[in-house]
């Protein structure tokens, strides 16, 4: 008995350390120069978020499956690498090509009714708006569909640590394909990200620290109709 039970205490030991490998790698630009300032997101928690330093070195104790890698004017980059991976060389690519650059709300002519915190969101007839607060955060929906099957486009803000600004791991983990890009708002910046899951619905998630606006597990029609209100955003200066 005393040996079963050994043998399972090492096989826990081995797991848990297997997985909790430390990464350590460079982040380069395309151009071959070191990127210092690169913040580096080997999961959702706050505690364990790195920096590359002037040489553009990083050191991860430990991380999960999805690391996710955030400078200014760059392109935002997802990886997904095993979890005992212990060598990764990173390169960034100059936001400028594919940004998406939102106006100013105080230079849009658009007078309907906006939801939303610095970035700012249309609501339509169609939608349903709902909107609250809890002890350190805000937050608001816009619904779509009829009541028994209605979903949501939902945002938090007003609150330092509400969000990260990165999406859920399971969502880029089970994506058969995502994209990403950078958004860009006088000194505002942060992510888009969008993707197709393997069971054939969609998700999407933009967002910077503080900030997030997100949907998941829509059909193709149900995601256009909350692209078109997002792709209408304007920022609050």
């Not at 330093?53 to 392109?75: E, K, M, Y």
């Amino acid at each position: 008995m005393k040996i079963v039970t050994l043998t399972l205490v090492a096989i826990l030991y081995l797991a848990v350390n297997s997985s909790a490998a430390e990464l350590k790698g460079t982040v380069k630009s395309t151009a071959g120069k070191p990127l210092a300032e690169v913040f580096i997101y080997p999961n959702r928690s706050l505690n364990d978020i790195a920096e590359t330093d002037d040489n553009g070195f990083f050191s991860l104790p430990r991380h999960s499956r999805v690391i996710f890698f955030r400078r200014a004017g760059f392109r935002p980059l997802t990886k997904i690498v095993d979890e005992s991976t212990t060598s990764l060389d990173v390169v960034l690519e100059e936001a400028t090509a594919t940004e998406w650059l939102i106006p100013s709300c105080s230079s849009t002519r658009d007078s309907e009714k906006r939801v939303g915190f610095s970035l700012r969101l249309s609501t339509t007839k169609e939608g349903t708006v709902h909107e609250g607060s809890d002890i350190d955060y805000s937050y608001f929906s816009i619904g779509y569909g009829p009541k028994e099957n209605r979903v949501w486009l939902k945002g938090i803000g007003q609150g330092s640590y509400a969000t990260l600004g990165v999406p859920p791991e399971e969502w880029v983990l089970h994506a058969k394909e995502f994209t990403e890009r950078s958004y860009r708002s006088g000194k505002a910046e942060g992510a888009d990200m969008r993707g197709r899951s393997v069971d054939g619905t969609y998700w999407r998630y933009i967002g910077r620290f503080g900030e997030s606006v997100e949907y998941s597990g829509l059909t193709e029609e149900q995601a256009a109709f909350f692209d078109r209100i997002i792709d209408k955003a304007c920022m609050k200066q």
